[in-house]
């Protein structure tokens, strides 16, 4: 009886094929160790038996790939399901002085909402068709240091975008604002608790929990970051006239998905700070196995980004004036663009390289 020692991108063995031919030998599992710290999701498989060299184990990719494209159209199908009735619910209780603040709520925005509840809401059966079972199963784990990663990823964020808002002041490429509505605080840290601990779970939990199944480390975090990156421009112009709408309004949204884009080359950069920023969120996720390292670090950098837009106003004209140096925010201010707002993003990565070596021992997860 041989021993034999591979490593299988799956807690589960679905496949194990030989390389000859012949009569299939008695197979036994001896144990699964632990995963390594720098291989989230890819555990150490021992295999008995008296066949020749395995040449192949986990899930074959090709299985795979086409559920996570149905679960994608499944949930824009939903999305132009739900959005019209979404629409005149939302409209009626305006009108009723139920919810007056839905009041003018255009429908692009209903669209959009509708595509995240039906992302969440198709994420179960999602998991038990691709054979996710639970977190362990996207290379997630519990995380005894989460209340300090969370707080040293918001502090790494948020630094960096401060120093990078004063020297924006100081060069006079913002101007502070005439006043500070208090309301604003309170929008900023909802915003950034809210969107970073939604977007986390999506794009580093199951995106990338997905791809590590089928990739290796570094295609899966290229994969997840440029659909984060990606993602965030698939908004509507808002229509200088809102047409009448129907059942098939949400339908009529498609091709309108990139209408509010900027121009390039501004696109571009904000491309390159988003991809930027989800390489560092994905390598966060993949060396502690958790969220909470990622989301501190979104939520540091939305909390930035949200207050400088807050307390001052990009006053460069055109806006794309300093470029490469530095462009407007887009995506609703949250996105930087030039090289020295990319800067700030890679001091954020250094600073997390530093405490992920000397301050957090990732071993000590296991």
């Known amino acids: 009886m041989k021993k034999f020692r591979l490593r299988c991108r799956l807690a589960q063995v679905q496949k194990v094929h030989f390389r000859k031919a012949g009569k299939m030998p008695a197979l036994s599992f001896s144990r699964i160790r632990p995963m390594p710290p ?21 899930v074959n990719p090709i299985s795979v790939l086409p559920r996570l494209a149905a679960y994608l159209a499944a949930v824009v199908l939903l999305a132009c399901v739900l959005s019209p009735p979404l629409y005149w619910a939302g409209s009626a209780l305006a009108d009723g002085g139920v919810l007056p603040f839905l009041k003018g709520f255009p429908f692009h925005r209903y669209f959009s909402r509708s595509i995240q509840i039906a992302a969440i809401a198709m ?11 639970g977190l362990d199963g996207l290379g997630l784990a519990p995380n005894p240091f989460r209340r300090r990663d969370l707080l040293t990823g918001i502090g790494i964020a948020f630094v960096p975008v401060a120093a990078l808002a004063a020297g924006y002041f100081a060069f006079e490429i913002y101007r502070l604002r005439s006043g500070f509505p208090p309301a604003g605080i309170v929008r900023i840290l909802l915003t950034a608790s809210a969107v970073a601990a ?52 949400g339908v009529g949204q498609l091709p309108q998905v990139f209408s509010s884009a900027p121009a390039w080359p501004i696109l571009g950069w904000g491309v390159l700070s988003l991809l930027l920023a989800g390489m560092i969120l994905a390598y966060a996720t993949m060396r502690t196995r958790s969220l909470f390292l990622p ?50 993003i890679l001091l954020t990565a250094v600073l997390a390289a530093l405490y992920l070596r000397h301050a957090r021992d990732p071993r000590s997860d296991h």
Do not use: Y
């Open 123 to 133: 994420l179960w059966p999602a998991f038990r068709w691709i054979g996710i079972r």
């Open 295 to 344: 989301v501190g670090i979104h939520a540091g950098w939305i909390a930035g980004q949200q207050g400088l837009q807050w307390i001052g106003k990009f006053r460069v004209k055109p806006p794309g004036e300093l470029l490469p140096w530095v462009g407007p925010n887009v995506v609703g201010g949250a996105v930087p663009t030039g090289l020295v707002p990319t800067a700030a």
């Open 38 to 58: 720098d291989l989230p999701g890819v555990p150490n498989v021992v295999l008995r038996g008296a066949a020749d060299r395995v040449v192949f184990c986990g």
């Open 198 to 249: 939604v977007e986390e779970f999506l794009f580093r939990g199951v995106l990338l929990g997905i791809c590590l199944r089928t990739m290796r480390p570094v295609a899966a975090a290229l994969v997840s970051s440029s659909t984060f990156a990606l993602v965030h421009f698939l908004r509507v112009a808002k229509p200088a006239v809102e047409p009448p709408v129907t059942w098939l309004s």
